[in-house]
């Protein structure tokens, strides 16, 4: 085995956040069987963003708590080999007390997220003239960058990051259990069909994208729209199933639907997401209909694993189709699955991660990732 390293995981949130479990929690027994050994501080803990999705916001006593507990972890940096930073470490400070505070130790920046938009597309003038350039000044002092997708590598590349490497938001094969490849994966019998939808209370409003070719589908045939993790929707005329969402539940309950969907906008924002809801819906060998936004188009083979829609008419006519027919179904969602175990989990994914955060030091006895 190789030498041993150790890595400060700054995180944004603990194990509810989606993009802190996806891109730094999961890989963390992979990691260590890798000799990566691996702490986390997490600046934003589980209970206080179950209080954000609450109340909607963060209390100022909870953040200052979190900023001293943050500002902490980075005076003890020089523990380790490298620091490994979801996003920023203390998001809207200014960058030079950022940099100081990460002087002295390589760090990775990991974005799944176009967060620089944060600052950059903000309402306010004044914030756009302190901040616009703000995570562009933190990837050119990064030892390397790692994007879910090509836009965010772009935006790494641009602002003079020396090092960019794509590394895909991905699943755990082993959370995401199936049979032969070739057999079609239980369903319901018996029930209408379901359409999947799964997200957090933030993204739900992406539903409002397909409101209209739903309550038209829903006219011609039976059907339900089952949300996962979404909290509250409103979507008049379109029967609507309306499920929490928790760790331990959230495959078995999207193995028992039919479709999965990922409506997005077309803005910038959405251009940096990494189309993790169809990772999870391809790895339970379901058939997607997504947004042409973005990665989407990327994970997406129309015709082989799903469509791709940008119309009201082609959403209806690409549901429409796939709740009518379980062969077709079926062999979309087989390919799906397939494309799955060769690009999109954590089994490929994570010899290549660790690679990364070893040659992050610079040290030649790892090469490149």
């Known amino acids: ?5 150790r890595i400060l ?13 996806l891109r730094f929690l999961q890989y963390l027994p992979g990691l260590a069987q890798a000799g990566v050994a691996v702490t986390v501080q997490s600046l934003l803990s589980d ?7 609450r109340d909607g916001g963060y209390g100022p006593w909870s953040l200052a708590r979190a900023y001293g507990d943050r500002c902490r972890a980075l005076l003890a940096r020089r523990r380790f080999d490298v620091l490994w930073i979801e996003k920023e470490a203390l998001p809207w400070w200014p960058l030079w007390l950022e940099s100081a505070l990460l002087r002295g130790v390589p760090y990775v920046l990991d974005y799944d997220d176009a967060v620089f938009h944060a600052y950059d597309r903000h309402r306010s003038a004044a914030v756009r003239r302190l901040f ?24 790494a590349r641009a602002a003079g990051a020396p090092r960019v490497e794509i590394l895909p938001t991905v699943i755990d094969l082993d959370r995401y259990p199936c049979g032969s490849p070739e057999a079609p994966l239980p369903r319901g019998g018996g029930e209408p ?26 006219v011609r045939r039976p059907f339900t729209l089952r949300v996962i993790g979404g909290g509250v929707v409103d979507l008049p005329g379109v ?10 539940t959230e495959v078995a309950r999207l193995r028992a639907c039919d479709v999965g969907v990922m409506p997005l906008v077309d803005s910038p924002w959405e251009q940096g997401k990494c189309g993790y809801k169809l990772i999870q819906y391809m790895a339970c060998g379901l058939p997607v209909v997504a947004s042409r936004v973005g990665v989407n188009a990327e994970i997406v083979e ?15 006519d690409a549901l429409g189709r796939l709740l009518a027919d379980a062969d077709l179904r079926s062999g979309l969602g087989r390919a799906g699955r397939r494309r799955v175990e060769q690009a999109y989990c954590v089994q490929q994914a994570g010899p290549r991660l660790a690679a990364c955060l070893r040659s992050a030091p610079g040290t030649k006895e790892d090469g490149a990732c």
């Open 9 to 21: 995981a700054l995180t944004k949130y603990g194990g509810l956040g989606a993009s802190s479990r």
């Open 1 to 5: 085995m190789p030498s041993p390293i």
């Open 239 to 248: 029967p609507i199933e309306i499920m929490p969402w928790t760790e331990d």
């Open 193 to 218: 069909p379901r359409i999947a939808w799964i997200g957090s209370p933030s993204t739900a409003p992406y539903l409002q994208v397909i409101g209209e070719p739903l309550r038209a589908l829903a």
């Open 302 to 316: 129309p015709g082989v694993n799903g469509f791709l829609a940008e119309t009201p008419a082609e959403w209806e």
């Open 47 to 53: 209970a206080q963003l179950q209080a954000r999705y």
């Open 132 to 155: 616009g350039r703000r995570l562009d000044g933190l990837m050119a002092g990064a030892a390397l960058v790692l994007c879910g997708n090509d836009y965010l590598a772009r935006r």
